[in-house]
């Protein structure tokens, strides 16, 4: 009986070494060989799109008409020192986006927008500053068709004399891409004074044709209207930092437009 005991103490303190020992290859083996990977951006499309890297799916798949913000996890089998990111629409098959990544790219960010069936980039927003407001706009004329770049000016409207107050412009910004941030003071449209007189004033987003100040829509079937004819914006008096995607609306030959994103 003493000698059964003494082999089975035996016994288990060599398990217990082997599971330590075990445990710790384990963790010399693979502690470096697993792959982050951050997928930011905005599927636009009506699809329902799927992520794989290599042969393995990402758990959730990209909405359509969403915005998406995922991160997965690649353990790179011995031997293996790159791989393939591959988005693709659900129903059809289309190939979205095909990268290679290599092991030493480990916790990559990919941002990327996918809209009307082609693929860009997504820019981030910059950091919300206080008493600033910081604007990022695509605009996509989808009725005009019109294919020149333009300038997004953003001011104020005074409504008594009706004059038009520049305050920050992104120039010469061609349609589908997006324009680098427009960053201006965060200011009131409460009743103010402008040359002595009492006034309300209107926080609008003019669209010019580029290094102009004629409105785009001059020389097409729409006119536009120095109040209602705005892109999307945000409240003037409040800091923020936004992005918007906008295309065009008219309503009857008063050009309008419609925000596909507010993010």
Same mark, same amino acid.
């Given at each position: 009986?003493?000698?059964?005991?003494?082999?089975? %103490?035996?016994?288990?303190?060599?398990?217990?070494?082997?599971?330590?020992?075990?445990?710790?290859?384990?963790?010399?083996?693979?502690?470096?060989?697993?792959?982050?990977?951050?997928?930011?951006?905005?599927?636009?499309?009506?699809?329902?799109?799927?992520?794989?890297?290599?042969?393995?799916?990402?758990?959730?798949?990209?909405?359509?008409?969403?915005?998406?913000?995922?991160?997965?996890?690649?353990?790179?089998?011995?031997?293996?020192?790159?791989?393939?990111?591959?988005?693709?629409?659900? %129903?059809?098959?289309?190939?979205?986006?095909?990268?290679?990544?290599?092991?030493?790219?480990?916790?990559?960010?990919?941002?990327?927008?996918?809209?009307?069936?082609?693929?860009?980039?997504?820019?981030?927003?910059?950091?919300?500053?206080?008493?600033?407001?910081?604007?990022?706009?695509?605009?996509?004329?989808?009725?005009?068709?019109?294919?020149?770049? #333009?300038?997004?000016? #953003?001011?104020?409207?005074?409504?008594?004399?009706?004059?038009?107050?520049?305050?920050?412009?992104?120039?010469?910004?061609?349609?589908?891409?997006?324009?680098?941030? %427009?960053?201006?003071?965060?200011?009131?449209?409460?009743?103010?004074?402008?040359?002595?007189?009492?006034?309300?004033?209107?926080?609008?987003?003019? %669209?010019?044709?580029?290094?102009?100040?004629?409105?785009?829509?001059?020389?097409?079937?729409?006119?536009?209207?120095?109040?209602?004819?705005?892109?999307?914006?945000?409240?003037?008096?409040?800091?923020?930092?936004?992005?918007?995607?906008?295309?065009?609306?008219?309503?009857?030959?008063?050009?309008?437009?419609?925000?596909?994103?507010?993010?």
């Amino acid at each position: 009986m003493k000698l059964n005991k003494f082999y089975l %103490i035996c016994l288990c303190t060599m398990l217990l070494a082997f599971t330590a020992c075990n445990k710790g290859d384990q963790d010399f083996l693979y502690k470096d060989e697993l792959f982050g990977i951050n997928l930011i951006g905005y599927n636009a499309s009506n699809e329902e799109l799927t992520v794989k890297l290599d042969t393995t799916d990402f758990v959730t798949p990209l909405q359509p008409n969403s915005r998406f913000e995922s991160t997965t996890a690649y353990t790179f089998r011995p031997n293996e020192n790159r791989i393939k990111l591959r988005v693709a629409e659900k %129903i059809s098959g289309k190939l979205v986006l095909e990268k290679e990544l290599k092991k030493e790219d480990a916790g990559i960010k990919i941002n990327f927008l996918y809209i009307d069936g082609r693929i860009s980039s997504m820019p981030e927003k910059p950091a919300v500053e206080e008493g600033k407001l910081k604007l990022i706009y695509m605009f996509q004329p989808t009725t005009t068709n019109y294919t020149e770049p #333009v300038d997004f000016v #953003v001011g104020k409207y005074y409504l008594v004399p009706k004059v038009f107050e520049e305050l920050g412009r992104a120039k010469n910004v061609k349609p589908y891409e997006f324009c680098a941030p %427009i960053t201006l003071p965060t200011f009131s449209t409460a009743s103010q004074e402008y040359n002595g007189v009492k006034t309300t004033a209107s926080f609008v987003v003019r %669209i010019y044709k580029a290094g102009t100040d004629i409105p785009y829509t001059d020389g097409t079937a729409y006119l536009w209207n120095p109040l209602s004819s705005t892109a999307p914006k945000p409240s003037s008096s409040t800091p923020s930092s936004k992005l918007y995607i906008f295309s065009e609306a008219p309503s009857g030959s008063m050009m309008r437009f419609f925000t596909r994103l507010d993010q």
